[in-house]
């Protein structure tokens, strides 16, 4: 010890080197003591949290208080000093401190400083934390790559078995079942399947299922005119390269509409009775055009046909059979028929800049504005809300957005009873506004629940059967809260939580949700991107979910990466090059959501060789120095 000390005695720099090292080890001796005494006052904060947590409970608090200020003059100061600059302390911020203030320490000749107590246990460093959380909540780490993969399970994977265990064999490592759709039978069909796959294949895979959670959505619009619309596939020249395929068939038979058909035309009465396979129907369509069906072949009391024209077909147009005789033209045959009842399509509703839309506390229907000849309004369009808890807590001013952002608007006035929004944000053609679409209020304090009552009933199923439970738009602390005391009723305090970042009002409030997601032993953080981008904006995106990733390391939490990872790819089977860099930066998260899509598996596979890829480059915020291909 006493040579080293003479060998770093004799590099050391000038007097005024020196003066530098000791204000700099001055400083942060006092920022220690800071974090310590942060530490101290945060009793109560620690004996809430699960034992398990209280170290990563102490490290959160340590890098809010690092962070409190703005650490760059320090960084900058510590890297002229050969130091590190505390970029990447996230997980382990007092002994990152520790190490710097012996080194200085040492350098000035000093005698090393007794360590402070803390609740952060050295044998424990943080990473291994962190490693130890994300296997309790996500399974344990593939053999092949770090991160894990999750995937969102669509509806028909309930009753597809290879899909699963395709899935699985892919690189799948968790399933994710969204309580939003579907029901209980359908979500128990999906269980089995991923449980058999588990068995045959061999291969681990947790269930996470998401609580749908208090998600304001667009109401019903009113019902439209009963008309529907067929039109041929064409080629470049006009000529018909696939008539629409029609099915004919008895308004009363109860049998349903095959699922081949393009569409299925019901008939009144029994007229279809005095058909044959080779007679043909004419009919002049709700524009008045003649129209003309070939009938090709009979099942039972239907018929198949086939047209290849353009038709706007509603309900009691007149039906006319003709028949052709083996020599001599069509004539017709029997009586006229009727067209029986149509399906009603749903109002459309038209946005555009400037336009007044009226929001309603009671579920009526929406219904476009309505003007008079002259082009004046009459009636503004309206539509309801999923939620009327809503109307107490907006005012005058406030943004509105719905559709994913898609449109916008301004909150001019409000009541109990209604909403009046002008519209702000919407293209210059205009945009359609349809039912059952996300409203986000990213300015509003709302007073909403952190779980339904749907959701409380769902929970039941969710504790017997899945690994991990998802809490959908948490707000506040006592939404976590809620959860837990609800998993404690149903004595399921152990199965996992994942709360899901996706809310303004969630970001502002991350650290107190952390604290309180710690008193739960498996836990973890989704960053919802979708909504929390409509929310916050997609120009901050970027900001916020770096600040959310540094956060939950802080804390030792598992991240789950989600939102449109390779969505182009899933849907379209071609990915874009923005899409994977994106899935690329996921590689720091403990896992990315994939979600449904037709090319699912595709996608299951390049995500899978990205982030094997990847591991290799990057770790966390810290580069990997492999060696290069050149």
Not at 182 to 204: N, S
Not at 545 to 562: D, F, K, M, R, S
């Amino acid at each position: 010890m006493n040579s080293s000390r003479k060998s770093i005695k004799t590099a050391l720099p000038r007097c005024s080197k020196r003066k530098a090292y000791a204000a700099l080890l001055k400083e942060l001796v006092a920022l220690h003591q800071e974090l310590m005494t942060m530490e101290s006052e945060s009793t109560e904060i620690f004996h809430k949290v699960d034992a398990r947590h209280r170290a990563s409970a102490a490290n959160l608090i340590h890098y809010l208080g690092l962070r409190r200020r703005d650490v760059r003059p320090l960084q900058e100061k510590l890297a002229a000093a050969g130091l590190s600059s505390m970029g990447r302390a996230e997980s382990h911020v007092l002994s990152n401190l520790d190490a710097m203030i012996a080194l200085l320490r040492c350098a000035l000749e000093k005698q090393p400083r007794q360590a402070s107590p803390s609740l952060i246990d050295s044998s424990a460093p943080g990473p291994v934390l962190l490693e130890t959380n994300t296997n309790n909540l996500l399974g344990k780490t593939p053999p092949h790559r770090r991160g894990r993969i999750l995937v969102t399970l669509q509806s028909e994977a309930a009753d597809d078995y290879s899909l699963i265990k395709e899935m699985l064999l892919q690189g799948m490592d968790c399933a994710r079942i969204n309580c939003a759709h579907d029901d209980t039978a359908v979500w128990m069909r999906m269980i089995k399947q991923v449980k058999r796959a588990r068995r045959e294949t061999g291969r681990p895979c947790r269930i996470l299922m998401d609580l749908g959670g208090p998600r304001l959505r667009t109401g019903e619009l009113a019902p439209g005119p009963a008309v529907f619309k067929w039109q041929p596939r064409r080629n470049a020249y006009g000529k018909v390269t696939d008539p629409v395929r029609i099915w004919v068939y008895p308004e009363d038979d109860a049998s349903s509409c095959p699922a081949h058909a393009h569409v299925c035309l019901p008939v009144k009465g029994d007229w279809l009775a005095q058909a044959t396979a080779q007679d043909r129907i004419e009919f002049n369509d709700a524009r008045g055009a003649l129209r003309s069906l070939q009938l090709v072949g009979q099942v039972g009391t239907g018929y198949w046909a086939e047209s290849g024209q353009t038709a706007y077909v509603k309900p009691g147009l007149k039906l006319y059979l003709l028949r052709v005789p083996v020599s001599g033209h069509a004539r017709g045959a029997g009586y006229a028929g009727e067209v029986g009842a149509l399906p009603q399509l749903p109002e459309t509703i038209r946005l555009f800049k400037g336009d007044r839309l009226i929001v309603t506390r009671a579920p009526i229907p929406g219904h476009p504005a309505q003007f008079d000849e002259g082009g004046r309004l009459l009636r503004a369009a309206s539509i309801a809300c999923s939620l009327p808890e809503v109307f107490a807590g907006v005012h005058s001013g406030e943004r509105i957005l719905i559709d994913d952002g898609r449109i916008g608007g301004v909150i001019r006035s409000a009541n109990t009873g209604e909403i009046v929004v002008e519209i702000t944000q919407a293209r210059d053609s205009g945009e359609k506004l349809l039912p059952d679409k996300g409203i986000n209020l990213p300015d509003s304090q709302l007073d909403l629940d952190g779980l339904t009552a749907l959701d409380i009933t769902h929970l039941e199923f969710v504790a017997r059967h899945a690994d991990m439970v998802g809490l959908s738009f948490v707000r506040r602390p006592a939404d976590i809260e809620l959860l837990q005391q609800h998993l404690a009723r149903l004595k399921a305090d152990k199965l996992g939580i994942v709360i899901k970042i996706e809310t303004r009002a969630a970001f502002e409030q991350l650290p107190a949700l952390m604290f309180t997601l710690l008193r739960s032993p498996i836990v973890g953080v989704m960053i919802a991107r979708g909504d929390l981008a409509v929310e916050c904006g997609y120009e901050r995106l970027a900001e916020l979910q770096e600040e959310i990733l540094w956060l939950a390391e802080a804390a030792h939490l598992p991240v789950i990466w989600a939102t449109q990872v390779l969505e182009g790819l899933a849907k379209t089977g071609k990915p874009s090059r923005a899409e994977v860099t994106d899935a690329a930066m996921g590689e720091r998260a403990e896992c990315v959501m994939l979600n449904k899509g037709p090319h699912i598996i595709q996608a299951i596979r390049m995500l899978d060789n990205i982030l094997q890829r990847m591991q290799g480059h990057q770790r966390k915020k810290r580069s990997l120095l492999r060696r290069l291909h050149w």
